[in-house]
C-alpha cells in the first residue's frame, strides 16, 4: 500500500476564495504598472524617500495619535529592506526588531521586542510564524493581509502592535519581491479610510469565512490604491 503525503497550504486555501483571485491580480497589475510592468524601473533615493515618508505618516495616522508614534513610524519604515529578509526566514526575530524600532521611547526599555503576557498571545504568534516559513503557493498579498491581520488582532506588542502588524504586509511584499524596493504606500491605502480599515480587521477577528475574506479584498484594494499614491507612480 502507497502512502500519500497530503501537504496543507492554509494560506493558498484562502487565495482561493471568492474574489480574492481576481482582486490579488488587479492589484497586482497596479503595482507593475509603477514598476512599469517588471521592468523594475529606475527608482531615484528621492521617490524612495517620498514613499517611506508617506508610508510612515499614513501607519502613524492609523493609530488614532500620530504625534506619539511619528517619529518610531519613521525608524520602522527606514529598516524595512532588513526587516524584509527575515519576516519569511524568522519572523519572530523581525517582529521583535520592528517592535525595539518602533516602540523606543515610548515603553520601557526593558519591554522592547518582548511579546504580551497576554493569555494566548505567544501561541498565536508561534502559529504565524509557522504559516510565515512554511512554503506556499498563495500570493504575497494574501500572505501580507494575513500577517498583517493575526499582528493586529492579537495585538502582541501592546499599543504598537498595529504599527508593527501594518509593516509586517509591506515586509511581506518586498521580501516577495511584489514590491521590491518599497515603494508602493499600502499603509496609505489602508489610511485612506480609517473606518472601513478597522470594520476590516473586526470583520476579520470575528473569523467567519465572509469576515476573513472581505479582510484579504481589503488588503488588496490597499494595495493598488497604495500602488496609485505611490511617488513614482506616472501621473
Not at 43 to 55: K, M, N, P, Y
Not at 187 to 209: F, I, P, T, V
Request: with cysteine; charged share 20%.
Amino acid at each position: 500500500m502507497v502512502e500519500t503525503l497530503v501537504v496543507l497550504d492554509p494560506l493558498a486555501d484562502l487565495a482561493r476564495f471568492e474574489g480574492v483571485a481576481s482582486a490579488v491580480a488587479a492589484a497586482t497589475d497596479a503595482v507593475d504598472a509603477v514598476l512599469r510592468d517588471r521592468g523594475l524601473r529606475k527608482i531615484t533615493d528621492e521617490q524612495l524617500s517620498q514613499a517611506r515618508l508617506a508610508g510612515a505618516a499614513a501607519n502613524a495616522a492609523l493609530t488614532g495619535n500620530p504625534d506619539q508614534w511619528r517619529v518610531g513610524a519613521l525608524r520602522l519604515a527606514a529598516e524595512l529592506t532588513p526587516l524584509a529578509a527575515l519576516i519569511r526566514v524568522a519572523p519572530g526575530q523581525a517582529m521583535a526588531r520592528a517592535h525595539g524600532v518602533v516602540a523606543r521611547g515610548v515603553v520601557p526599555d526593558h519591554e522592547l521586542g518582548k511579546i504580551s503576557s497576554e493569555q494566548g498571545a505567544a501561541a498565536r504568534m508561534n502559529s504565524l510564524a509557522e504559516l510565515l516559513t512554511r512554503d506556499t503557493s498563495a500570493p504575497a498579498i494574501v500572505v501580507g493581509a494575513v500577517a498583517h491581520a493575526e499582528i493586529a488582532v492579537v495585538a502582541p506588542f501592546g499599543n504598537a502592535s498595529g504599527l508593527i502588524a501594518r509593516a509586517a504586509e509591506h515586509l511581506v511584499m518586498i521580501a516577495a519581491g511584489l514590491d521590491p524596493y518599497g515603494v508602493i504606500v499600502v499603509e496609505a491605502g489602508h489610511a485612506e479610510n480609517a473606518a472601513r480599515y478597522s470594520a476590516g480587521l473586526d470583520a476579520y477577528a470575528e473569523g467567519s469565512m465572509s469576515g476573513v475574506k472581505s479582510w484579504l479584498l481589503r488588503c488588496a484594494a490597499a494595495v493598488a490604491r497604495g500602488a496609485e499614491l505611490s511617488p513614482a507612480a506616472d501621473r
